[in-house]
Every structure is written in C-alpha cells, then in structure tokens.
C-alpha cells in the first residue's frame, strides 16, 4: 500500500471504532456498545494538512483470552500493527488503566513501532481530571486527550500521529484499480476466497455463519491486474435477523456493493440454488453492477458427466432475470479456477464500461428495426428515430420514438437481446430508456 499505514489499537469497547469514524469523516466501521463488534481489520483514509494516509480500525485486544474469535481477533490485530508504520493505542478515561491496557501496551512496545496513546472520553473541555495522568505508567509518552464522540482533541492526535509518518513514498492512485465485492449469504466461502487470493489470513474464517460483520476492503495486485475485493457480511432472509448489529452489516454489505464495479455472487454447491441466493443476486441487479456467478465448495461434490451441467441448468432457471451473466465452478478451499474467476472480472468490468458511438448505434437500429417490424396499435406503428447511450457502468442506452405506450416490454428486450449480441456484453447489465421526441 503506497500510502502510510495507521492501526487503531487497544482493549474492546474504549471507542476505536467511533475514532476511526471521526478521522476518516464517515461511519465505516459500527459501533455498538457490544465489546467485539469490530472482529476484522477495516481500512479508511484519513487527509491532514494536505496529506493522505490509511487507518486501519481492529478489533479488542484481549491478550489472555481463550475464546476461539478473540484469539482470531487479536491475530488480525497483530497483523494490523506488522503492516502498520504508526499504532495508536485508545484507552478510556472513565473506565481507567487496567490490566488488559498494560498487557497491550507491552505487546506494542516490542513491534518498536512508533505508538501514540490516545486517552479517549475526555468529554470535559479544559484541564485533565486526575485520572487523566496515571495513564504515563504505560511508559508510552505524553498521552493525547480526546472525544471521538465529540471530536475534541482529534486535531492535536493528528498532529502527534503525522509526526512520526514518511511520506516521501507516496504515490499516486491507479484508476485502473476493478472493485470486486464478494457478497452471498452467510457461510458460503466469502472469506475464503479472500484468504486464498491474498495468501494470508486477511479475513476471519470460521463456521459460525455471521462472522464477517463488517465490509473488509483487501488490496490485491497480480498477473492479471489490481484489485480491491470487499468481502462482505452474508445477507440473510430477514425473519433470520434477530441482531441489532447484523442489520448495520446488512446495510454495510448494501453498501459495498454500490461502491463496487462487479458483484461476484457465491453459491454453496453443497446445498445448491436457494430463495435467498436469488434475492441477493436482486441487490446486484438493481444497483446496476456487472454480475458473475460463483459456485464455491466445488471440490466437495461427488460428480459424474453431468453433474456440472446439470448445476448450471438449475441456474439457468433460478437466474433467469440474469441470464447474461457468467458462471464459474471454484473452490476456495484449493483454489480450483480461481484463475479463471480473475479472467471473468477483467471481461464483464470491461463489458460494464462499454460505450458504443451513436453512429455504429443506429446502424444496428436500422437493422434490428428491419428484421421484425416495430409494434402496432390500433393502427398506429412504432417509430423510433434514434438511440444514444448516455453512459456507462452500466450501459445504458436511450431511444426517442414517436408514442413510447407503443413500445412494448418484449420489443425493448429484443433490442436489448440483439445489442448484447453484437457488441459481445456479457457478465453486464443493460437499461433502456425510453423517451418521446422533444422529451427530455
């Protein structure tokens, strides 16, 4: 990453991830009074005095802890502060210096980063209370004064923190960079294939289905080409959702998938072609997004020379209303065509942004509208003068005709059909628009 790395670290429940909403001047990351909400490393980036940085927010760090989460909690911690050049460490001001603060604390001193201690819910403006100094027995340095609830003391935290930053080694961003987010319902592999893409436990995997509750944005760079893959909380029916925080992650998966430019959707070969597949492929569909779909856990399956064939006739029917996209048999486990998956995103994010000259447009019209006559009305016919796209991601094409009642639902999807045709836009979406002349 070109940009210098911050890790937002320290016991659960001291405010990090209201911290980290502060700095970045948005709610990535949720905050809930829960102690283990955040359970992944979440990336933002953070601008100060012209600069530009990453922050990375972690879970709790319970350095004594057994529980099989908070031991993989505290390894995404240990990652966050290997990967970070700067590490602030938040304690809470009323809870006071306790155990878990020195344990963390001395686990921070061995990296010999650089760390900056944040005290934060100092929510009185003015002195410190007394409670504020016992916090130098963590032997890190003066610690800074803070609200991340009111933002108070932010500024001079920046300060502390852009001290002990190099940004000699910055570089400028790539717009070639393709947004992948990796969405399905709980328990399908979504991290998984994360993990294996980057080689590293990037995301918690586990078997208890929630476990990705946040959206996890993980930079990849390979043979073919750069990536941020968001892996995304499972999206379940909604009578499932009993948890206040996983309707925040169902929003923040909402989210992902807007900022992204393709959709891979995930599908557990194991139990097949569900309702709530289906629906998540919805969320995709109506956000416009260049789709593929993603059967994972492949290499469990018992075959024979049908088998595969068989799958994809079931997807066929089940995704009907997405027939253009692709699908790819993986396993995330062994890495079976994930290769091939790499190849799909570069074709359908191409396909996506597609834009096709208005003059090669209207040939085709006039071909299309030649090959089958355009719909009649009590005696009136269809006229279509032109077609235009306005834009792309997805494409998105615009007619003007002479009476658009007279421009029937199957007529624009055979002249949608014969576009995709044509100019090969497969894994994409496609909308009509359909205006009167002189409409605007």
């Known amino acids: 990453?070109?940009?210098?790395?911050?890790?937002?670290?320290?016991r659960p429940n001291v405010?990090?991830?209201?911290?980290?909403n502060k700095l970045i001047g948005k709610r990535l990351s949720i905050v809930d009074d829960t102690p283990g909400v955040t359970r992944d490393r979440i990336y933002g980036e953070i601008e100060w005095e012209n600069k530009k940085a990453m922050v990375i927010d972690t879970g709790g760090i319970e350095p004594k802890s057994d529980d099989v989460i908070l031991s993989q909690m505290r390894a995404q911690a240990q990652l966050a502060i290997d990967t970070a050049n700067v590490i602030?460490?938040?304690?809470?001001?009323?809870?006071?210096?306790?155990?878990?603060?020195?344990?963390?604390?001395?686990?921070?001193?061995k990296s010999g980063k650089?760390?900056?201690?944040?005290?934060?819910?100092?929510?009185?403006?003015?002195?410190?209370?007394?409670?504020?100094?016992?916090?130098?027995?963590?032997?890190?340095?003066?610690?800074?004064?803070?609200?991340?609830?009111?933002?108070?003391?932010?500024?001079?935290?920046?300060?502390?923190i852009f001290k002990n930053l190099d940004f000699e080694a910055d570089e400028d961003e790539n717009d070639d960079v393709i947004n992948v987010a990796v969405i399905g319902k709980p328990n399908v592999g979504k991290s998984s294939l994360i993990n294996y893409i980057t080689s590293e436990e990037r995301c918690i995997v586990s078997d208890i289905a929630g476990t990705t509750r946040d959206s996890i944005d993980t930079a990849v760079e390979n043979k073919f080409g750069k990536y941020n893959f968001i892996d995304t909380a499972g999206i379940r029916r909604k009578s499932r959702i009993v948890d206040e925080i996983?309707?925040?992650s169902i929003i923040r998966a909402k989210m992902a998938i807007e900022r992204s430019d393709v959709c891979v959707i995930m599908i557990d070969a194991g139990i097949g072609v569900t309702e709530?597949?289906?629906?998540?492929?919805?969320?995709?569909?109506?956000?416009?997004?260049?789709c593929i779909?993603?059967?994972?856990?492949?290499?469990?399956?018992?075959?024979?020379?049908?088998t595969m064939s068989n799958f994809k006739k079931r997807i066929e029917v089940e995704f009907a209303f997405m027939n253009w996209a692709p699908v790819v048999f993986i396993s995330a486990k062994t890495g079976q065509r994930v290769d091939n998956l790499f190849t799909l995103i570069n074709t359908v994010a191409a396909n996506a942004a597609t834009r096709i000259k208005t003059g090669t447009l209207n040939e085709?019209?006039?071909?299309?509208?030649?090959?089958v006559q355009p719909p009649t009305d009590k005696g009136k016919r269809l006229k279509i003068y032109y077609m235009t796209q306005p834009s792309t991601k997805p494409p998105t094409f615009v007619s003007f005709c002479n009476n658009k009642d007279l421009f029937h639902f199957s007529y624009q999807r055979y002249i949608e059909n014969r576009i995709r045709e044509t100019f090969a836009l497969s894994g994409t979406p496609i909308r009509m628009i359909i205006r009167e002349r002189g409409e605007k």
């Open 293 to 306: 779909i993603a059967v994972n856990k492949w290499d469990s399956i018992e075959k024979d020379t049908k």
């Open 364 to 371: 085709l019209l006039a071909q299309i509208t030649t090959r």
């Open 88 to 109: 602030v460490l938040v304690t809470d001001l009323k809870s006071g210096l306790v155990a878990t603060d020195m344990d963390v604390a001395d686990l921070l001193l």
């Open 246 to 248: 996983e309707k925040y």
């Open 276 to 290: 709530q597949d289906t629906k998540v492929a919805g969320l995709a569909l109506e956000a416009g997004k260049a």
């Open 1 to 10: 990453m070109s940009k210098p790395v911050i890790a937002i670290v320290g």
């Open 15 to 20: 405010g990090k991830s209201t911290l980290f």
């Open 114 to 160: 650089p760390v900056v201690l944040c005290v934060n819910k100092c929510d009185k403006i003015g002195e410190p209370e007394p409670d504020f100094y016992e916090f130098y027995n963590l032997g890190i340095g003066d610690p800074v004064q803070v609200s991340a609830v009111h933002g108070h003391g932010t500024g001079d935290l920046l300060d502390e």
